[in-house]
């Protein structure tokens, strides 16, 4: 049996699970079946994050302590895209945030360099657990 992916919620027919990058993690497919995707995945997956996004979580906590320090959102930066990303990928695979803390320091980073502000690794892991904290509570 292939596994089929429900269009209207982007969920997986046999598992009833959000389809997200690597859906045979999920272990819903056995060895030789395939994940059957519709021809316009990319654009459904683009807007169901639109219609489902939450308005909290770790990005949005993470923005909340960015600004009290000064550092606001621009016109043209990454950043509120990234906190909503951050959001989204965290209602659905709850932990995300953590395992995924390297590469929020990397963009981070990248945002610090354009701005020509000073980064300083270890300062910026601490203000990303302190989000993920208050997210939770």
């Known amino acids: 049996m292939n596994c089929e992916i ?4 982007l969920t997986c027919k046999r ?3 959000p389809i997200k990058g ?9 060895q ?16 169901s994050m639109k219609n489902s996004q939450p308005n909290y979580g770790p990005g949005t906590e993470l923005k909340k302590l960015l600004s009290k320090i000064g550092i606001k959102a621009k016109s043209g ?16 695979e709850p932990g995300w945030t ?6 929020i320091l990397d963009w981070m980073h990248e945002e610090a360099r354009k701005r020509k502000l ?20």
């Open 22 to 30: 690597c859906h045979i993690k999920r272990n819903c497919l056995k």
């Open 98 to 103: 953590e395992r995924n803390i390297e590469n």
């Open 15 to 17: 598992c009833k699970k």
């Open 32 to 47: 030789g079946e395939s994940l059957t995707l519709p021809d316009n995945i990319d654009v459904l997956m683009k807007n």
């Open 77 to 92: 930066c990454k950043c509120s895209d990234r906190a909503r990303h951050i959001d989204y990928m965290e209602s659905i």
């Open 118 to 137: 000073p980064f300083i690794r270890a300062g910026a892991k601490v203000l990303v657990k302190l989000a993920i904290r208050r997210a939770k509570n």
């Open 6 to 9: 429900d269009c209207e919620t």
